[in-house]
Each structure stands twice: as C-alpha cells, then as structure tokens.
T-cell receptor, first 116, second 116 residues
Framework: AQSVTQPDIHITVSEGASLELRCNYS??????LFWYVQSPGQGLQLLLK??????LVQGIKGFEAEFKRSQSSFNLRKPSVHWSDAAEYFC??????????????FGQGTTLQVKP | DAGVIQSPRHEVTEMGQEVTLRCKPI?????LFWYRQTMMRGLELLIY????????DSGMPEDRFSAKMPNASFSTLKIQPSEPRDSAVYFC??????????????FGPGTRLTVL
C-alpha cells in the first residue's frame, strides 16, 4: 500500500545548527511530494512541493528539500535553524490515481524542538 | 482571499450531545477534506469531497460521524452522539483540482473539540 514514513518522531537541534528531516515514500510512478509545517495551535502550511524537474526544491522560510528517486526519499533541510522553526513537520505524497481529487497521503509527522 | 474558514474554533460539549463543525472552503476550490488530529493517532483523513460529491468516507470512524457538502461553499461534519474519545482537533482543507496534477491543500485553523 502507498505510504509515507517519517522515521524521526521527535528531533531536537540547537539554534543556528543545520537541520535535516527525513521522509521516505512508497509510490509506483513519479510522485508529487509536499512538506507542510504546523506551528502550535495552527493549521498546516505548505513549505514546498516537488512535481518534476530540478530535484532540489526551494521553499519558504529558508527550507529546501531534495528528491532522490533511488532512495525514495524527500528530505527537508535548513542550513541554520531559528527558534521560530520549532513546530511539527509533515511530509505528504499525492495518492496514486487521485490527481483529479487531490487526495494526499501524510506521514506521521516530526516534532522539531529548538534549543537556545 | 480569507482562506479556509472553520467554525467554531473551540467547542466543549458533554457526552451524548450532537456536535456540528462547519467549513467554508476557498472560493474556486472543488475538493474539500476533513481531517482529525490527535496525539495518539496523528493526522487522519476522515472524508473528502470533489465537486460536492463524497469520494471516500472510509476514514469516518463510526456511524456517529456524518458529513455533508450541500454546495461548493459549505460543508459540515456532524457527530451524534458525541463521546469523550472524539476529543481532537478537526481540520478542514480545500484544494483546486482537475488540472491533472496534484495541488497543495490549504488548511483551515481547525476546531478543537472537547467532549466531557
């Protein structure tokens, strides 16, 4: 069955340090991939998305993600984390055969804590 | 645009009472999604509509849950009777579809439901 796996439930990094959040997916064709962020008490907000083309995708708030087909991965990175980046991060993939309805499969999320 | 609008933002009710959550999608979006988020189960897709028609309600936990979309600008999620285990944050999201590609889902701020 199609799935998205975020191996790390909780990550803690120091402010100013680099960040990488992992995401692995299962999908039979070229996937449509997304990263969302959820700040405490808020809804999910799109950080970036990959549909095709350049495998390194730039997003908002200084985030980027790299699509690696050979590893079925779409990891999220940021060179220097700010305290305001503390939030929950979700990876998602377009559900196979659902492009006309827009259904996404979400991972379980990774909670990022930032130490001062 | 005002984004996806959900009401109420907070709801506290007693077990056995009927609860109705409301959602107004972004104008022009033709897919609407209802999610539930809890600490234990994470983000779960309950049901989604395309062009006001329910496409997949397999995520609806029980017959106590029902959802409607009478027109393109309004949807409701009803729980009757409510139980304490229904306590969660309920999100509504909308998406423009029909272009042959997956587009991002835009999330509302959520309704925090507490059933006593």
């Amino acid at each position: 069955a199609q799935s998205v796996t975020q191996p790390d439930i909780h990550i803690t990094v120091s402010e100013g340090a680099s960040l990488e959040l992992r995401c692995n997916y299962s999908y039979g064709a070229t996937p449509y991939l997304f990263w969302y962020v959820q700040s405490p008490g808020q809804g999910l907000q799109l950080l970036l998305k990959y549909f095709s083309g350049d495998t390194l995708v730039q997003g908002i708030k200084g985030f980027e993600a790299e699509f690696k087909r050979s590893q079925s991965s779409f990891n999220l990175r940021k060179p220097s984390v700010h305290w305001s980046d503390a939030a929950e991060y979700f990876c998602a993939v377009g559900a196979y055969g659902s492009s006309n309805t827009g259904k996404l499969i979400f991972g379980q999320g990774t909670t990022l804590q930032v130490k001062p | 645009d005002a984004g996806v609008i959900q009401s109420p933002r907070h709801e506290v009710t007693e077990m056995g009472q009927e609860v109705t959550l409301r959602c107004k999608p972004i104008s022009g979006h033709n897919s609407l999604f209802w999610y539930r988020q809890t600490m234990m189960r994470g983000l779960e897709l309950l049901i989604y509509f395309n062009n006001n028609v329910p496409i997949d309600d397999s995520g609806m936990p029980e017959d106590r849950f029902s959802a409607k979309m009478p027109n393109a600008s309004f949807s409701t999620l009803k729980i009757q009777p409510s139980e304490p285990r229904d306590s969660a944050v309920y999100f509504c999201a909308s998406s423009p579809t029909g272009t042959g590609a997956y587009n991002e889902q835009f999330f509302g701020p959520g309704t925090r439901l507490t059933v006593l």
